[in-house]
C-alpha cells in the first residue's frame, strides 16, 4: 500500500480522525486529505458528556434528542413486520420499489400540489445520503453554494468534502432566522452554483414565508442557479402550511427536495428518506446508491408505503403535542430573565439567545450540563454565526420540560449572581 502524502497537524476537523491513528505511522499517511474536510455534529459530543456524567449518577434531563419521542405508528409497524414474513427481505432495484416511489408521488400530491413521477423519485437509507449523493452528484472543485448557517451541519461538512466552496448565508434573530433574501442575493458570483435551503428549518424552528420562497425562486431563475430544500420537517409546522420551492414555476427543473421518514413519522432508527428531482439527474443519482449501499432494506421501505398513504392521523397527533410543548415552553422561556428567543413556527427546537451571561455557546452548554442536570446543544454545532445561541429540543414530555425550565432558570440566576462554578 503506497502511502500519499502525511496530512498537515490540526487539519482534521470535529471528527479527531488522527487520534485514531496516530500510532500508526503509515495509515495517517494513508488517509485522503478530503477525509479531514469532514466534520462531526455537536450533539455527538454533547451525547459524550451525558454519558459520562450518567455513569457517574446525575440525573440529566435529555434536550439535546434531534428526534421525536413518539414511537413509530403501529399500523407502519405491523407493515414491516407482515412484508419480512411475505418474504421481502431480499435485493431491490437501487432507486427503490415501485409501491414506494409511487407512494411518493401520492404524498407530493398532497402536501404539496405538485405533480411528481416515480421516475424522478430515488429512495434512499435515510436523509443523509440525499444530501451526501446530490452534493457528490452536482458539485465540483470552486463550485460556491450558498448554506444557510446556523444550520443542519452536514451541509457544510459535505460541501467542504466534495472540494467546493462553502458560502455562510447566516439567518438572524432579528429576521425571525428566514433568510435575508437581499443579502443572499449579494452571495451570489459567477462560481455560485447551488443555494440550499432549509424551512422549518433545524436548529432554530424557523419557516420561510411564502414571499421568502418567491424572491429565492426568482434569484434561482434569473441567476440560473440549482437549488436543494431540506424539507424533513415539512409536516411538523405550526402556524400557516408549509410551503415548498417546489411550488414556483420553473424551480421543478433545477430543484433537489429532501425529504425523510424520521421525523414526520417518528422512524429516526429505520433509515428511510427520498430524493425529488429532475427526471434526468435521477439514474445518476442511483448509479451513486448502487455504488454506496446497493440499495434500502425492502421490508423499511413497504412500511414507509403504509407511512405516506395511511399515516396522516398518527402525524396530527404527533404535531399537536408538539405544538402544546412549544407554547408552554413559549411561556416558560418569557419568565427567564437574560434569555430572548424567536418563537419557532416549525419543527422542535427553540434557539435561545444566550449572550446576555457572558459565556460562549459551548460554556453555557457546559454550565447547564453540570450546574443544572438539562443537555442542550451549543450553537455553534450548527455553524459559525451559531455563537450566542444554545438549541433546546422540545422532543421530551411536558413533565420533564417543566422540570428543565425550573432548573435552567435556577442555574441562570446563580450564573447573574456570580455562582458558576470555576
Known amino acids: 500500500m503506497k502511502p500519499s502524502k502525511v496530512l498537515p497537524t490540526g487539519q482534521v476537523k470535529g471528527m479527531r480522525i488522527a487520534e485514531g491513528i496516530k500510532k500508526v505511522a503509515n495509515l495517517k499517511a494513508c488517509v485522503a486529505d478530503r477525509v479531514c474536510r469532514l466534520r462531526g455534529e455537536g450533539a455527538f459530543e454533547v451525547l459524550a458528556l451525558v454519558k459520562r456524567l450518567e455513569k457517574q449518577g446525575k440525573d440529566i434531563i435529555h434536550l439535546e434528542i434531534g428526534e421525536p419521542d413518539f414511537d413509530t405508528p403501529e399500523n407502519v409497524k405491523e407493515r414491516a413486520i407482515q412484508a419480512i414474513r411475505e418474504g421481502h427481505t431480499y435485493y431491490v432495484p437501487s432507486a427503490g420499489i415501485d409501491e414506494l416511489r409511487e407512494a411518493v408521488c401520492v404524498y407530493m400530491k398532497r402536501s404539496r400540489g405538485v405533480d411528481v413521477s416515480p421516475e424522478e423519485v430515488i429512495i434512499t437509507p435515510g436523509a443523509k445520503p440525499v444530501i451526501f449523493l446530490s452534493f457528490l452528484l452536482l458539485l465540483e472543485e470552486g463550485d460556491e453554494v450558498i448554506y444557510p448557517d446556523p444550520g443542519f451541519p452536514a451541509y457544510r461538512s459535505i460541501i467542504d468534502f466534495v472540494g467546493a466552496k462553502a458560502v455562510p448565508l447566516r439567518l438572524r434573530e432579528e429576521n425571525d432566522f428566514r433568510v435575508d433574501v437581499e443579502e443572499?442575493?449579494?452571495?451570489?458570483?459567477?462560481?455560485?452554483?447551488?443555494?440550499?435551503?432549509?424551512?422549518?428549518?433545524?436548529?432554530?424552528?424557523?419557516?420561510?414565508?411564502?414571499?421568502?420562497?418567491?424572491?429565492?425562486?426568482?434569484?434561482?431563475?434569473?441567476?440560473?442557479?440549482?437549488?436543494?430544500?431540506?424539507?424533513?420537517?415539512?409536516?411538523?409546522?405550526?402556524?400557516?402550511?408549509?410551503?415548498?420551492?417546489?411550488?414556483?414555476?420553473?424551480?421543478?427543473?433545477?430543484?433537489?427536495?429532501?425529504?425523510?421518514?424520521?421525523?414526520?413519522?417518528?422512524?429516526?432508527?429505520?433509515?428511510?428518506?427520498?430524493?425529488?428531482?429532475?427526471?434526468?439527474?435521477?439514474?445518476?443519482?442511483?448509479l451513486l446508491v448502487t455504488n454506496s449501499n446497493s440499495c434500502t432494506c425492502t421490508f423499511t421501505q413497504m412500511a414507509g408505503v403504509e407511512a405516506l398513504l395511511n399515516g396522516e392521523d398518527a402525524v396530527r397527533k404527533m404535531v399537536a403535542e408538539f405544538r402544546r410543548r412549544r407554547d408552554f415552553l413559549v411561556e416558560r422561556m418569557r419568565e427567564i430573565e437574560g434569555l430572548t428567543f424567536v418563537k419557532p413556527r416549525g419543527a422542535f427546537y427553540i434557539f435561545p439567545n444566550i449572550t446576555s451571561f457572558g459565556l460562549s455557546s459551548q460554556e453555557m452548554m457546559r454550565y447547564l450540563l453540570e450546574e443544572a442536570g438539562v443537555a442542550t446543544v451549543p450553537g455553534t454545532a450548527f455553524g459559525d454565526y451559531g455563537e450566542g445561541y444554545i438549541r433546546i429540543s422540545f422532543s421530551n414530555s411536558l413533565e420533564n420540560l417543566a422540570k428543565a425550565m425550573d432548573r435552567i432558570e435556577e442555574a441562570l440566576k446563580k450564573l447573574r449572581r456570580g455562582g458558576k462554578r470555576a
Open 184 to 286: 443572499l442575493r449579494r452571495l451570489v458570483t459567477p462560481k455560485t452554483k447551488m443555494i440550499v435551503l432549509n424551512s422549518p428549518g433545524n436548529p432554530t424552528g424557523s419557516v420561510l414565508t411564502r414571499e421568502d420562497m418567491a424572491e429565492i425562486a426568482r434569484i434561482a431563475e434569473e441567476e440560473d442557479l440549482l437549488v436543494f430544500t431540506d424539507e424533513v420537517y415539512s409536516e411538523i409546522i405550526y402556524d400557516e402550511p408549509h410551503v415548498s420551492i417546489l411550488q414556483f414555476p420553473g424551480m421543478k427543473e433545477r430543484t433537489i427536495l429532501l425529504d425523510a421518514f424520521s421525523k414526520t413519522f417518528a422512524m429516526t432508527g429505520w433509515r428511510l428518506g427520498y430524493a425529488v428531482l429532475p427526471r434526468e439527474l435521477a439514474p445518476l443519482l442511483a
